[in-house]
C-alpha cells in the first residue's frame, strides 16, 4: 500500500481547527491542566480552554491514505501532540512529547480532530427553533409574494425571542463542531433595524467562540419594499454583507434591483450575498447580469455570493435550449 501525506499537510497548515473548545458537545467548561498535571476531555462536555499556548495530546489525526491498485481504501490516523498557541496550530509532535515543560497540557482523550466547519446561509434572527413546535402550513400553490405577507405578519411575534432563540441555534452549531457562521439577518420595514441590534447584542456575548457574518437581507425586496434607506442605515451599524432579492420575480426591475445591491456595496466597500430562487429564463439572465457587473467592476471581484442559484439545475429549461 501506497500512503499519501496530502491529509497531514492540510492539518498543519491550517489556520482554524476544531480542538477541545468545539468537539465535544454542550457548553459546561472544566479547569484549567495544571501545568504538572493532564486534564481530560470528557467526550459528554466541551472544554474551555484558556491558555494561549498548550498542548493538546492523544489527538487522533488523519496522516494520509493507503491505496489498492490506485484507489484509496482507508485513512491512516495517528495519535500525536498538537502544540496550539494563539488559537493556532503551531507544530504536530509525538504524542505526549512537551518540549516546554513549563506549558499546560490536555488529553483529547483519542478524539479526531478536524477542520472547523461553517455554515454560510443560516437566518439566526428568525426562527422557531426553541420555542413550541408548529406544523408547516404552506398549501400547494403558495407563492414567494404569499410567503412575504405571511412573514410581514408573523415578525413582530419572533421579535420578542430573537436573542433567546439564536443563541439556542448557535449551540446547536456548536455542539456540531460549526464555530463559523454567516446568518442573514431581515431589513425591511416590519422589522427595522431590530432584527440587526438582536443579532449584534447575541453575537456580542458570544463572540469568544463564535464568528458571525451578518448578511443584510431585504426578505421583502429591495425595491418591492422601499428597504433601500434602511439598508444603508443596516451597512452603516456594522453589517457585513449586502443581500439581495428575487430581482424579477419579487422586485419586477432585474437591472435596476441588481444596480441598486450592487450600489450599495460599493458605497461601504462591501461584499454581496442574495438569494435568488428564481428558475426560470429570469434566473439565468440575473445570474449573467451579474457575473458581467463584477467583470468590469473591480471593487466587486471577489465578493459576489449566490445563494441557492437554482437557475444552475436547470440550465436548459431556464434558458429554453
Known sequence: MKENNSRREFLSQSGKMVTAAALFGTSVPLAHAAVSGTTHCDANNTMKITDPHYYLDN?????????ENGVAVQTRTAHQTVEIQNGKIVALRENKQHPDATLPHYDAGGKLML????????????????????????????????????????????????????????????????TIARSHCNIEPVSGLKNLQNLQACWARRQAGFECEIVAFPQHGLLLSKSEPLMREAMQAGAHYVGGLDPTSVDGAMEKSLDTMFQ????????????????TPAGVAAINYMVETVEKTPQLKGKLTISHAFALATPQRATGR
Open 59 to 67: 489527538v487522533l489525526l488523519e496522516t494520509g491514505f493507503d491505496y
Open 264 to 279: 450599495i456595496a460599493l458605497d461601504y466597500d462591501k461584499g454581496v450575498d442574495i438569494h435568488l430562487h428564481e428558475t
Open 115 to 178: 477542520p472547523t466547519t461553517r455554515d454560510m446561509h443560516i437566518h439566526l434572527d428568525k426562527t422557531f427553533y426553541g420555542g413550541p413546535w408548529r406544523s408547516l402550513n404552506r398549501p400547494a400553490g403558495t407563492t414567494i409574494q404569499d410567503m412575504i405577507k405571511l412573514e410581514q405578519k408573523m415578525l413582530p411575534e419572533l421579535q420578542p425571542y430573537t436573542q433567546e432563540r439564536a443563541e439556542k441555534l448557535i449551540d446547536l452549531l456548536q455542539s456540531k463542531g460549526t
